[in-house]
Nanobody, 123 residues
Framework: QVQLVESGGGLVQAGGSTRLSCAAS????????MGWFRQAPGKEREFVAT????????YYADSVKGRFTISRDNAKNTVYLQMNSLKPEDTAVYFC????????????????WGQGTQVTVSS
């Protein structure tokens, strides 16, 4: 089992920045690729970003490319999502997720999920 706990959400003005953190515990963090997803009210959970085991490879949804950065600190068992130039349409509950070995953009590939953290971007 892998337990994931997100933190860092809140209310941000449009154009502002914030950073989400996801702390992992349980099994070996370096054995898991990590992803960030988000879910707005009335919408399906959608892919945001993913990072491989070492942190050397990352992939982003087109909607956040160039504004968001995913990273991981394997010594701290933590994955981050730096969010810049925020827009009202970024408002959602953000979830981190873990899956063994390979990165994926498909939410159905992930085995473990955090409880989510709310990010609200005001215009």
């Amino acid at each position: 089992q892998v337990q994931l706990v997100e933190s860092g959400g809140g209310l941000v003005q449009a154009g502002g920045s914030t950073r989400l953190s996801c702390a992992a515990s349980g099994r070996t963090f370096t054995a898991y690729a990590m992803g960030w997803f988000r879910q707005a009210p009335g919408k399906e959970r959608e892919f945001v970003a993913t990072i491989n085991l070492s942190g050397a490879s990352t992939y982003y949804a087109d909607s956040v490319k160039g504004r968001f950065t995913i990273s991981r600190d394997n010594a701290k068992n933590t994955v981050y999502l730096q969010m810049n130039s925020l827009k009202p349409e970024d408002t959602a509950v953000y979830f981190c997720a873990a899956r063994p070995i390979a990165s994926s953009r498909n939410r159905n590939d992930y085995n473990y999920w955090g409880q989510g953290t709310q990010v609200t971007v005001s215009s």
